[in-house]
């Protein structure tokens, strides 16, 4: 098994719920994950959180035809740096 997606608990992707369809439904709200604790900035499911929320689930699932994880890793990370300037605006 390769490596762990390299996630820095930015939380950017758990306060942008609303951008996807496939998350909007986690919304609290205000666009940002019912799960979500601010004063942690962590998630309070995280050992059960859904399928969307967790990188390799979703590679090994649904992408792993498509790319190799070093790549599906850096679309991710792509992902995450949009997502940091979108909650920073
Ligand atoms: S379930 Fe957890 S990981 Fe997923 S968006 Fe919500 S807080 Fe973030």
């Known amino acids: 098994m390769s490596e762990a997606f390299p996630c820095n608990s930015c ?3 758990c306060k942008s ?5 496939q998350t909007e439904w986690l ?5 940002v994950c019912r799960y979500f604790d601010d004063q942690q900035n962590t998630c309070t499911i995280y050992e059960n959180r859904p399928e969307i929320c967790n990188v390799r689930v979703m590679y090994e699932k649904h992408y792993q035809s498509q790319f190799n ?3 599906f890793v850096l679309v991710n990370q792509k992902a995450c740096d949009a ?3 979108q909650i920073k605006k």
């Not at 919304?27 to 666009?31: E, F, I, M, Y």
């Open 27 to 31: 919304d609290r709200g205000d666009g």
């Open 69 to 71: 994880w070093s790549e």
């Open 83 to 85: 997502l940091l300037v």
């Open 17 to 21: 719920i609303r951008l996807s369809t």
């Open 11 to 13: 939380g950017a992707c």
